[in-house]
């Protein structure tokens, strides 16, 4: 059976953008590629998508946070709603 998030994605497509984090090389320059901190869910949820050839390519809004921190952003965000993680992943490249 498919999950909430997988079934809600598929038929509406992901209404809360993504919160992502620049990474950085061992010289302290931005690599082009992003951490996702929030919405990991979302992301994989779409990738399952694109796999399952229900789609080709959708982007995806993402909101750039280098100030707030992650674990309050997740615990706030689970708070609101209960099935969501708390997860901290490497993302794939956002631009």
């Known amino acids: 059976m498919a999950s909430p998030t997988r079934r809600a994605t598929a ?3 992901i209404f809360q953008s993504l919160v992502v984090e620049p990474e950085f090389d061992g010289e302290g320059s931005e690599t082009g590629f992003y951490f996702v901190s929030i919405g990991e869910g979302r992301r994989l949820v779409q990738q399952l998508r694109v796999k399952r050839k229900q789609i080709k390519t959708e982007p995806i809004r993402c909101v750039i946070d280098t100030v707030n921190d992650v674990h309050e952003i997740s615990l706030d965000e689970t708070r609101s709603d209960p ?6 992943h490497l993302g794939r490249q956002v631009g």
């Not at 099935?83 to 901290?88: H, N, R, V």
């Open 11 to 13: 038929a509406k497509g």
């Open 83 to 88: 099935t969501a993680g708390a997860f901290y």
